[in-house]
């Protein structure tokens, strides 16, 4: 399948890289299936792109929540993850998604809503962390 992507142009990938999040991502869920993009396939780099398949200029960059804080671990009510199959160690890929302004300074991810992919389903849900232990804007550079 060819998709057009915002910052990488045209670029082909299979049906088995779509991932579908049943109600889009929180303000664009209009919006339900997208790729996830590396800058570099060899080498994993620090962001990487939440790409939607229906609208290229769509992209969101993101991080692995464990390269921010290791011991990130966020109560979610497991009714918010029977949209995907449910979760499993060895299925699970989380991401958090970043904001990042002109001024790099003061990029952050948002702690508060991870992204959560069942691998094996392709089914994705951006869910809100139970407590207030995580922050909506948590700064990558002190």
């Given amino acids: 399948m060819k998709i057009g992507t915002k910052y990488f142009g045209n670029i082909e990938?299979?049906?088995?890289?779509i991932i579908h999040f049943e109600n889009g991502v929180l303000g664009f869920e209009?919006?339900?299936?997208?790729?996830?993009?590396?800058?570099?396939?060899?080498?994993?780099?620090?962001?990487?792109?939440?790409?939607?398949?229906e609208e290229s200029s769509l992209a969101f960059?993101?991080?692995n929540p464990f390269n921010v804080v290791e011991s990130y671990n966020?109560?979610?009510?497991?009714?918010m993850l029977e949209s995907i199959g449910g979760i499993s160690d060895e299925d699970t890929v989380v991401f958090?998604?970043?904001?990042i302004p002109e001024d790099v300074k003061q990029a952050s991810v948002n702690m508060k809503a991870p992204l959560i992919i069942n691998a094996s389903?392709?089914?994705?849900?951006?869910?809100?962390?139970?407590g207030q232990e995580y922050e909506i804007k948590h700064k990558l550079l002190k």
């Fill in 30 to 53: 209009d919006y339900k299936d997208y790729t996830i993009l590396y800058d570099n396939e060899k080498e994993k780099s620090f962001f990487s792109w939440l790409q939607s398949t």
């Fill in 74 to 79: 966020p109560q979610i009510n497991d009714d």
């Fill in 13 to 17: 990938i299979g049906e088995e890289k």
């Fill in 61 to 63: 960059p993101i991080v």
């Fill in 96 to 99: 958090l998604m970043a904001t």
């Fill in 121 to 130: 389903s392709r089914k994705g849900v951006q869910v809100i962390a139970e």
